[in-house]
């Protein structure tokens, strides 16, 4: 059974950073393309980063400069690198793997909040 779990999220005042982790197991990772998503209270649930499995990138504009995605494919993990935070960043961010077979694998999702 496939598992994706993220952990790193917390309350961080504005211009702080946090790290975000999600640990894949269950599959072989390494195949996998990645995402990065974040759903706010009230908000459509957005894209946020993705990485290929080859180590392509690409992110919201809004997080551009300030966010970096990358993976780790000896430990089954990707990271989410969060800089410069601002409040509207507020949101649970939920990792996704997608299934090139069919389907989604889903985390349970970390919350992070950027307040004074």
């Known amino acids: 059974q496939v598992r994706v779990v993220e952990s790193g999220g917390g309350l961080v005042q504005p211009g702080g950073s946090l790290r975000l982790s999600c640990v894949v197991s269950g599959t072989i990772f390494s195949i996998y393309h990645m995402g990065w998503y974040r759903q706010a209270p009230g908000k459509q649930r957005e894209l946020v980063a993705h990485?290929?499995?080859?180590?392509?990138?690409n992110y919201t504009e809004s997080v551009k400069g300030r966010f970096t995605i990358s993976r780790d494919n000896a430990k089954n993990t990707v990271y989410l690198q969060m800089d410069n935070l601002k409040p509207d960043d507020t949101a649970v961010y939920y990792c996704n793997a997608p299934n090139p077979r069919g389907g989604s694998y889903w985390g349970q999702g970390t919350q992070v909040t950027v307040s004074s």
């Open positions: 990485i290929t499995s080859g180590g392509r990138t």
